[in-house]
């Protein structure tokens, strides 16, 4: 049964930093694309970003451009989100996503959800 488990969610003030983690069991990690969604309170769900298999590309939505990094160690079954210059605007659930199809923008296109976790940014 695959897994995925995020964490390193929290309340930052404006401008500051947070750096997620989500951790996957129960499937050959390297053979995962993965992504990240965010859901802010009374939106839609929106596409952060996504990252290869390898790592060597990443994709991101414009709203996040040049402030997230998202990286991945396939030894330890693990992808980051690293937030920079982080904005009100950020504050949602953070949840990561996997899958075996390809890179994708869309939450439906993935195969396997974690449950997300509560980032904050209010001063």
């Known amino acids: 049964q695959v897994q995925l488990a995020e964490s390193g969610g929290g309340l930052v003030q404006p401008g500051g930093s947070l750096r997620l983690s989500c951790a996957v069991s129960?499937?050959?990690?390297?053979?995962?694309?993965m992504g990240w969604f965010r859901q802010a309170p009374g939106k839609d769900r929106e596409f952060v970003g996504a990252i290869s298999r390898s790592g060597e590309y990443t994709y991101y939505s414009d709203s996040v451009k040049g402030r997230f990094t998202i990286s991945r160690d396939n030894p330890k079954n693990t992808m980051d989100l690293q937030m920079n210059f982080l904005q009100p605007e950020d504050t949602a659930v953070y949840s990561c996503?996997?899958?075996?199809?390809?890179?994708?923008?869309?939450?439906?296109?993935?195969?396997?959800w974690g449950r997300g976790t509560q980032v904050t940014v209010s001063s």
């Open positions: 996503t996997a899958g075996v199809r390809g890179v994708a923008g869309s939450w439906s296109d993935y195969d396997y």
């Open positions: 129960g499937h050959t990690f390297s053979m995962l694309y």
